[in-house]
């Protein structure tokens, strides 16, 4: 089994904000397919993740605030 290292830039994610508090950290491992109910949304694509979902086919899920301890 290959571990693949991967270094966190906004440029290789896929979010709906422009930043991310992890910038710059090299991690160990690194997903190759993303499934959402039954149907491929992400695939590893080189040297980043590439979106291959429908727009709109995620599920909003209400959950309650957080409660600290």
């Known amino acids: 089994m290959i571990q693949q290292k991967f270094t ?5 994610l896929h979010m ?4 991310t ?4 950290y090299e991690v160990t491992g690194m997903p190759n397919l993303v499934y ?3 149907k491929l949304a992400a ?4 040297d980043r993740m590439e979106f ?3 727009k709109g086919w995620g599920k909003f ?4 605030p957080f ?3």
């Open 61 to 64: 899920v209400k959950r309650a």
């Open 52 to 54: 291959t979902g429908e």
């Open 43 to 46: 695939k590893w694509n080189g």
């Open 8 to 12: 966190i830039t906004i440029d290789k």
């Open 36 to 38: 959402s109910r039954g």
């Open 21 to 24: 508090p992890f910038e710059g």
């Open 16 to 19: 709906n904000v422009d930043y």
């Open 67 to 69: 409660k600290p301890f």
